[in-house]
Structures are given as structure tokens and as C-alpha cells.
């Protein structure tokens, strides 16, 4: 059966009982846990669930990852996919891990683990990827508020750069102060002390666990370097951008492991995250799968759809 026949196979196989399908599951992260001489765990978002961002309540099923893995290890291989979320909970998830797993907490990324999923793979010691893998900027993004009441998230360092421009521009000529007034009206002052705020907390993040992670032994340039690649910098200058398995090692100067799809590691990786892949599909509730060779939690989520703008009854 060819690669591209595995997908239907495994929805298919999700018509009967779930909990075989677990055991499947579990069985795989087993098989590749014996390949890495270590145990391997999965924290799987649901990109495609709308509320799948990493934060507070992650940390309890996480715990229980931890606990499992730790009982005959003192090394752990996370299977990650994220979209991101909150900054803070990656730190902690990060102080977890690290304090059970003294020699050596490793990340792998089938896919995506962007933003706060990447805050958490640089404080791993080894990040591994293949050629569906990517990382992404880890700058800031505000929430403003639009008149419809939703938020719409603006990069923190477009809000300040904007501000500088604005601020030279009027010191060349302040003829342009009443021409930029109303722009000015709509940023708060306690909005432009957060960007700040939070871009220094994102760099400071960067480079603290860079240095206990994935640049560990590196010098402290170099760690600088990546971090305000990673925050401030312009060649990742979308907070979407890609950061592949070339830029993560050779840009970025990251420890990156390289698995390429003939690699039977790969192969047991990619078979598994279909699996998961299935399971979101077949149950579009599930927001996220944490997972171990003995366990499964799923984070069931109900969301309900507004009709236009009539409110939820």
C-alpha cells in the first residue's frame, strides 16, 4: 500500500471501537520509544479545532504525560503540534520537563509548532524535524479590539514600529502632527507599555532557554543573534512565516535532528500522527490528544456557531 493510501486506511479503521484504535496509537509510540532508547509522549493540538491554543488547563493532562514517562527515565521524547498560544504556560511546560528529564528532553515536530509551540522546542535540547516540519517567529501578537467587538491580533512590533515611523516622520516635518493625529487617538499609551513589554518578555524567554536548550554550549552572540531573529528580526517578518529544517539549523544556529521519510523513525512518527489526524477528524470536538504508551486524554471542546449576529440562546 502506498504512503498516500495510509490517510483512508486509518479513517476507515476508526469505524469501530476508539479505544483499539488507542491501543494502535499506543503501540506505535512503544515501537518508536524502543527505536530512541527513550520514551516518547504526544501533545497534539487540533489545528483545525477553534479554541486548540496552548494554555492553563494543558498543563494538568501534561503532568500526567510526565508522570508516566518519568517513572524509568530520566529522557523523554514530546511529539508536539501547535499553533501556539500563551508564552507563560510554555515556560512552565518547559520547567516541567526539564526538572523530570534531567538528561535530556528532546521535541519532535511532524508538522507545525509555532509561536508558543516554538517557545517550547527551543528549550529542548534536541529539536527533531523532517521536510514537513516547521517552526515559526516567536513575536508577540496584541489583541485589539475591532467595533464588531472580536479581537484582531496585530504583531507588538508592528504596533511599535509603526509609532517610530510615525515619530521620525513628524520630527522631519511637524506639519504632519495633524495628519497622523486620529491614528494616534486609537493606540492607547498602556497599549504601546504592553508591546514592550511583551517583546521583551519574548526575547528575554528566547534567550534564557535557548541557552539551557537547543543553542546549550553556544555563545552567548550567537544566542543573542537567534533570539532577536526569532522576535524582532526581518527575515522571518510574518508571525506565519516558515522556519524549516535548513533556517532552524543553519539560520538559526538551532540543535536540529533531521529524520527524512525513508527513516524507519519517520515512518513510525508519520503513521502515527495520522492516526491522531484521523481521530480529529472523526470526532471534530476533540481539541487536543495527550498521550504515552499507556494513556490517552483527549480535551473535548462543544463549540457552537452563531448565525449571523443573533446571540446564542
Given at each position: 500500500?502506498?504512503?498516500?493510501?495510509?490517510?483512508?486506511?486509518?479513517?476507515?479503521?476508526?469505524?469501530?471501537?476508539?479505544?483499539?484504535?488507542?491501543?494502535?496509537?499506543?503501540?506505535?509510540?512503544?515501537?518508536?520509544?524502543?527505536?530512541?532508547?527513550?520514551?516518547?509522549?504526544?501533545?497534539?493540538?487540533?489545528?483545525?479545532?477553534?479554541?486548540?491554543?496552548?494554555?492553563?488547563?494543558?498543563?494538568?493532562?501534561?503532568?500526567?504525560?510526565?508522570?508516566?514517562?518519568?517513572?524509568?527515565?530520566?529522557?523523554?521524547?514530546?511529539?508536539?503540534?501547535?499553533?501556539?498560544?500563551?508564552?507563560?504556560?510554555?515556560?512552565?511546560?518547559?520547567?516541567?520537563?526539564?526538572?523530570?528529564?534531567?538528561?535530556?528532553?528532546?521535541?519532535?515536530?511532524?508538522?507545525?509548532?509555532?509561536?508558543?509551540?516554538?517557545?517550547?522546542?527551543?528549550?529542548?535540547?534536541?529539536?527533531?524535524?523532517?521536510?514537513?516540519?516547521?517552526?515559526?517567529?516567536?513575536?508577540?501578537?496584541?489583541?485589539?479590539?475591532?467595533?464588531?467587538?472580536?479581537?484582531?491580533?496585530?504583531?507588538?512590533?508592528?504596533?511599535?514600529?509603526?509609532?517610530?515611523?510615525?515619530?521620525?516622520?513628524?520630527?522631519?516635518?511637524?506639519?504632519?502632527?495633524?495628519?497622523?493625529?486620529?491614528?494616534?487617538?486609537?493606540?492607547?499609551?498602556?497599549?504601546?507599555?504592553?508591546?514592550?513589554?511583551?517583546?521583551?518578555?519574548?526575547?528575554?524567554?528566547?534567550?534564557?532557554?535557548?541557552?539551557?536548550?537547543?543553542?546549550?554550549?553556544?555563545?552567548?552572540?550567537?544566542?543573542?543573534?537567534?533570539?532577536?531573529?526569532?522576535?524582532?528580526?526581518?527575515?522571518?517578518?510574518?508571525?506565519?512565516?516558515?522556519?524549516?529544517?535548513?533556517?532552524?539549523?543553519?539560520?538559526?544556529?538551532?540543535?536540529?535532528?533531521?529524520?527524512?521519510?525513508?527513516?524507519?523513525?519517520?515512518?513510525?512518527?508519520?503513521?502515527?500522527?495520522?492516526?491522531?489526524?484521523?481521530?480529529?477528524?472523526?470526532?471534530?470536538?476533540?481539541?487536543?490528544?495527550?498521550?504515552t504508551t499507556e494513556t490517552s486524554v483527549t480535551m473535548n471542546i462543544q463549540t457552537?456557531?452563531?448565525?449571523?449576529?443573533?446571540?446564542?440562546?
Open positions: 500500500m502506498s504512503n498516500g493510501d495510509l490517510f483512508s486506511q486509518i479513517i476507515q479503521e476508526y469505524r469501530p471501537d476508539p479505544n483499539i484504535l488507542a491501543k494502535k496509537r499506543q503501540t506505535i509510540l512503544k515501537d518508536l520509544g524502543d527505536k530512541l532508547g527513550a520514551p516518547v509522549v504526544a501533545y497534539i493540538a487540533n489545528t483545525t479545532h477553534p479554541i486548540s491554543s496552548m494554555m492553563l488547563p494543558d498543563v494538568d493532562p501534561v503532568m500526567d504525560l510526565v508522570t508516566v514517562a518519568s517513572r524509568n527515565s530520566k529522557k523523554v521524547y514530546l511529539i508536539l503540534e501547535s499553533l501556539g498560544g500563551d508564552g507563560n504556560v510554555a515556560e512552565k511546560l518547559l520547567g516541567i520537563f526539564k526538572e523530570n528529564f534531567t538528561e535530556s528532553f528532546n521535541v519532535i515536530v511532524p508538522n507545525i509548532a509555532k509561536s508558543s509551540g516554538t517557545m517550547l522546542s527551543i528549550g529542548a535540547d534536541k529539536i527533531i524535524m523532517g521536510i514537513s516540519s516547521e517552526l515559526g517567529p516567536i513575536d508577540p501578537q496584541i489583541p485589539l479590539i475591532l467595533p464588531t467587538g472580536q479581537p484582531n491580533y496585530i504583531p507588538a512590533k508592528s504596533i511599535i514600529g509603526t509609532l517610530t515611523k510615525i515619530k521620525e516622520e513628524i520630527e522631519k516635518n511637524e506639519k504632519l502632527a495633524t495628519v497622523y493625529y486620529p491614528v494616534l487617538q486609537q493606540i492607547r499609551p498602556e497599549t504601546t507599555k504592553y508591546c514592550e513589554d511583551t517583546i521583551a518578555f519574548s526575547r528575554s524567554f528566547a534567550q534564557r532557554w535557548l541557552k539551557k536548550g537547543a543553542m546549550k554550549g553556544k555563545s552567548e552572540d550567537n544566542i543573542k543573534k537567534t533570539a532577536d531573529e526569532l522576535t524582532i528580526g526581518n527575515r522571518f517578518n510574518m508571525h506565519g512565516s516558515v522556519i524549516n529544517y535548513q533556517d532552524a539549523k543553519n539560520f538559526l544556529d538551532l540543535n536540529v535532528e533531521f529524520w527524512d521519510q525513508a527513516d524507519e523513525r519517520w515512518q513510525l512518527l508519520w503513521n502515527y500522527y495520522l492516526r491522531v489526524k484521523a481521530l480529529f477528524r472523526i470526532n471534530q470536538t476533540v481539541a487536543k490528544l495527550f498521550e457552537i456557531p452563531m448565525q449571523g449576529n443573533q446571540p446564542v440562546k
